[in-house]
C-alpha cells in the first residue's frame, strides 16, 4: 500500500473514526492483499508510511469476498471485477485477508 494511500486511510479514520471505516481491497495476490490488511489493521509493518506502528484495527475485506461481492449491483460488479476473478487466486487471497481480519480488526 503506497504512502498517499496510508495517508488518506488514516485521515479518514481519524475524521470518521475506526469504527466506521471499513476498508475494500483489490491487489490481485494474496501476499499483496495480506500486506495491505495488515497495514490498515496492524500498522504498516514496513515501518516506511504513514500508518507505521499505528494500530488502527479497522475491518478491511477483499472485493472478492462474498460479504462484499454480495452487496455490489451483480452487473457492475461483473463488468468491475469478473474477468479479474476469473484469473485471481480467489480462495489464497480470501483466505489471506480473512486471517488477518480475524487477528488484527477491531471493528467487525
Same mark, same amino acid.
Do not use: W
Given at each position: 500500500?503506497?504512502?498517499?494511500?496510508q495517508?488518506?486511510?488514516?485521515?479518514?479514520?481519524?475524521?470518521?473514526?475506526?469504527?466506521?471505516?471499513?476498508?475494500?481491497?483489490?491487489?490481485?495476490?494474496?501476499?499483496?492483499?495480506?500486506l495491505?490488511?495488515?497495514?490498515?489493521?496492524?500498522?504498516d509493518?514496513?515501518?516506511?508510511?504513514? !500508518?507505521?506502528?499505528?494500530?488502527?484495527?479497522?475491518? %478491511?475485506?477483499? *472485493?472478492? /469476498?462474498?460479504?462484499? @461481492?454480495?452487496?455490489?449491483?451483480?452487473?457492475?460488479?461483473?463488468?468491475?471485477?469478473?474477468?479479474?476473478?476469473?484469473? !485471481?487466486?480467489?480462495?489464497?487471497?480470501?483466505?489471506? %485477508?480473512?486471517? *488477518?481480519? /480475524?487477528?488484527?480488526? @477491531?471493528?467487525?
Amino acid at each position: 500500500m503506497d504512502l498517499e494511500i496510508q495517508q488518506r486511510v488514516k485521515d479518514l479514520t481519524e475524521k470518521f473514526g475506526a469504527e466506521n471505516v471499513v476498508v475494500i481491497i483489490g491487489g490481485a495476490e494474496a501476499e499483496a492483499s495480506g500486506l495491505s490488511a495488515e497495514t490498515v489493521t496492524a500498522g504498516d509493518p514496513t515501518y516506511a508510511g504513514p !500508518l507505521a506502528g499505528i494500530d488502527l484495527g479497522l475491518a %478491511v475485506f477483499h *472485493i472478492v /469476498e462474498p460479504e462484499v @461481492k454480495d452487496e455490489c449491483d451483480a452487473g457492475i460488479y461483473d463488468e468491475q471485477c469478473g474477468m479479474m476473478e476469473m484469473v !485471481l487466486e480467489v480462495d489464497e487471497i480470501i483466505g489471506e %485477508v480473512k486471517s *488477518i481480519r /480475524e487477528e488484527f480488526s @477491531k471493528f467487525i
